[in-house]
């Protein structure tokens, strides 16, 4: 009789341990994948210049490779500063270093970089013609690779001729504007310079997943890419980069609005999680 009931009591247990969604850690093996953990971010509480800690700049008015208009200027709070809680990169209209306009590009190398995650920026974008606004990534051994061989992973671009149009685009050897085969997916907002949006990826070592406000657009995969390193360079360190544009081969397309400035880019916050 006892070892009936003993039976019936592990049978119950089993039974219990089948149905329950912690299975796997009643079984004593790691929970199921999934879970994030912040390991990265910037709220923007402190008001005055960006957190050196965290952020570094990008100097010159060499034209970026795109023919762009701007200085980057480092260190001047003109062009990127925090207030009210938010990041501000102002790009202005101002003889400056022998160009005519001046912005800021700030950036996380040398400082903080990342494998695989979820790298998002809650953010509201310049208005015009002539602003191209960007959140982005770029392989850390671009100093030794270059471009495109280091990868370039562009979380969200937008240019102020196409009001609206948020594009989410990769770049490598294999694959890249250059060559116009780069590959990527653009969705369209419809308040884009008066409201926040989130932007983001979710990056694993098979595919790059693109998001705005949580909603998936578009996906670029290995397994259509290939898997040599001038077709899927992104199993590498990445960082960070946050920059407001003025013309260029691609924001100037449709020529400078040369009324419409100071424009800013607001960055409520960047998160990465892992």
Known sequence: MKTLIVMKVVALVVLLACKSPD????????????????????????????DSTKWGYEVGGNGWGNNELQFYTARRSENARVENGKLIIEARKEAYQGRNYTSARLLTQNKSTWTYGRIEAMAKLPKG?????????????ISTAGWPKSGEIDIMEHVGFDEGVIHGTVHTEAYNHGKKTEKGAAITLQDVTTTFHLYAIEW???????????????????????????????EQPFFLILNVAVGGNWGGQKGVDETIWPQRMEVDYVRVYQ
């Open 204 to 234: 694993t070592a098979d595919k790059i997943d693109f998001f705005v406000d949580d909603r998936k657009y578009y996906t670029v995969e290995k397994s259509v890419l290939g898997n040599s390193e001038s077709q899927w360079p992104f």
């Open 23 to 50: 299975v796997s850690f009643l079984a004593g093996t790691p929970p199921a994948a999934g879970v994030r953990k912040l390991v990265w971010s910037d709220e923007f509480n402190k008001s005055g210049l960006p």
């Open 129 to 141: 013609v002539g602003t191209w606004p960007a959140v982005w990534m770029l392989g850390k051994n």
